[in-house]
């Protein structure tokens, strides 16, 4: 990806309130209809859930129902495509994750710019990922050091992923490497809640998971987290399951960190966008959507236009030294 793709986030500039009063006539009657969030990915899985748990707070202030149209495929591409392809006129939206990012660096794709095409209006938070085993892996496995002593005896190691060229496969890629893991093979997903059935009936040995789709099973013991990607201990794993840094003997790759949040093509008016981003700010803060989010495993980061504008610009740069430096290129194939 070309480096001038990775500057500036011009078109996605968003007005501020007081301009928002002064043009009053560029929103006309908007909302006077449902509104309609396109998730890229499969109904149960993290980037739904999280739609879905903030749909119900942002419908009500926006006065319109909010539908939730789930367009797998391509790792996000196929959803991101969706909402661009949809009229500018601020009934389509689009809810996602990281992967609408780096899935286009990782597969060598341009099919749209992530700067140029997207408005952000807001960030919901973040999560931390979990290397997750299942019923694959002998109980008795319990600890990310014993996994490895009982992996490396086994002729091949099948992972699973839900998104080629996404976090999940990126860290399982730096997993595979820096454990030195013999005959790895990356088992690709249009989503993470089919990856979890697969995990569940023993497909593979596992994968990095988030704990908003994984949560019940692992509460039931029916997956078993062993180790966190990300900066910090995942909350209700905390007081079990260490990071890779803890673990010592892993790199800094483990911590990267990706974002979801509501974005919108870049040509809907800019008086639309802004009362967007109002009404999902709005949305966002409150304390029994804090509250779910934490229950969620998910942190409450809420980043304005501007602020989650940065973070997006942040993971593109990282992602493409990433790709260059694990050459995630060929894995995502």
Request: proline share 8%; glycine share 12%; charged share 20%.
């Amino acid at each position: 990806m070309q480096r001038r793709h990775l500057l500036g986030l011009t078109a996605g500039a968003i007005a501020t309130p007081a301009l928002v009063r002064a043009q009053g006539s560029g929103i006309g009657t908007w909302p006077d209809r449902p509104v309609r969030w396109v998730v890229p990915f499969p109904a149960g899985g993290g980037t739904d859930t999280w739609a879905r748990m903030i749909q119900g707070p942002v419908q009500e202030l926006l006065g319109q129902p909010i539908v939730i149209e789930n367009r797998a495929g391509g790792g996000g591409i196929v959803g991101a495509q969706a909402a661009l392809q949809a009229p500018a006129d601020g009934y389509t939206w689009f809810y996602t994750i990281e992967a609408f990012v780096t899935v286009p660096i990782t597969q060598r794709i341009n099919p749209y710019d992530a700067i140029r095409d997207f408005a952000p209006i807001g960030r919901l938070g973040h999560t931390s990922l979990s290397f997750t085993v299942g019923p694959a892996v002998p109980a008795s496995v319990t600890t990310f050091n014993q996994y490895l002593d009982w992996a490396r005896r086994q002729p091949s190691q099948p992972i699973g992923n839900w998104s080629a060229g996404g976090s999940g496969h990126a860290m399982s890629v730096v997993m595979e490497r820096e454990t030195k893991l013999p005959e790895v093979k990356h088992v690709a997903y249009r989503g993470e809640a089919p990856m979890m059935q697969d995990n569940l009936a023993g497909v593979f040995h596992g994968g990095f998971h988030a704990m908003v789709v994984v949560g019940e099973t692992v509460r039931a013991g029916r997956l078993r987290p062993l180790a966190t990607a990300g900066v910090d201990r995942v909350p209700s794993l905390a007081d079990r399951v260490p990071t890779f840094a803890e673990l010592g003997g892993y790199s800094e790759r483990f911590n990267f960190r990706g974002f979801t949040g509501l974005m919108g093509n870049a040509r809907i008016p800019a008086p639309i966008q802004e009362r967007m981003a109002d009404i999902f700010r709005r949305g966002t803060q409150t304390p029994e959507v804090h509250a779910k989010l934490r229950a969620m495993d998910t942190v409450p980061s809420y980043e304005d236009p501007p602020t989650f504008a940065q973070s997006i610009r942040r993971v593109q740069l990282q992602w493409a030294e990433l790709t260059e430096e694990l050459d995630l290129y060929q894995s995502a194939g």
